[in-house]
């Protein structure tokens, strides 16, 4: 292993053990890939249903990831905003619109939160794809709320 994906590994390792440690939901999870770490935060955590404005759980989460990533050595961080399609009735194009401009401004909501306490800007991007990118395919209204999320990721 050469010395960028030790530091790489080690990074990852420690803003692991620090997540765990400050984040205090215990239905948020990490995903760990080859130079890339996904915090995954189930969208109710960070805000109310059908809203963009984050929760008071949501804007301590945001100040504790803050902290974190001022000082974490990651060079991009992708906040991505999937949605569930859970009570949408139909395939309406209206339905479908609604949800692509919540993710949208979910996603830009927590990367504007973020920036406020100390990230960067110019690491930080907003990525949505409302009811594009689903975990859970079949009866979403039975399982739709684990499409609802948003994911942080982190790469070296």
């Known amino acids: 292993m050469n010395t ?3 530091r790489s590994t080690t990074a990852q390792q420690e803003l692991e053990f620090h997540v765990q440690a400050t984040i205090v939901d215990t239905a948020c999870r990490i995903e760990r890939g080859h130079e890339v770490l996904t915090l995954v935060v189930p969208g109710r955590v960070l ?18 990831l803050g902290t974190l990533l001022m ?3 990651f060079n991009e961080i992708r906040v991505v905003g999937p949605i569930d399609w859970a009570g949408m ?3 309406s194009p209206g339905e479908f619109a609604q949800k692509l401009v919540l ?3 979910q996603a830009a909501a ?4 973020l920036q406020e306490n100390g990230v960067e800007a110019t690491k930080l991007s907003a990525e949505w794809y409302g009811h594009i ?3 859970v395919t079949s009866e979403p209204h039975v399982n739709g709320q684990d499409n609802h999320r948003l994911e942080i990721i982190l790469e070296t």
């Open 4 to 6: 960028s994906s030790q």
């Open 47 to 64: 805000f109310l249903a059908e809203e963009n404005e984050l929760t008071p759980i949501g804007f301590l989460m945001a100040h504790q």
């Open 71 to 73: 000082i974490a050595p």
């Open 89 to 91: 009735s139909g395939s």
């Open 103 to 105: 993710s949208k401004a």
């Open 110 to 113: 927590l990367v504007r939160q």
């Open 133 to 135: 990118r689903l975990i």
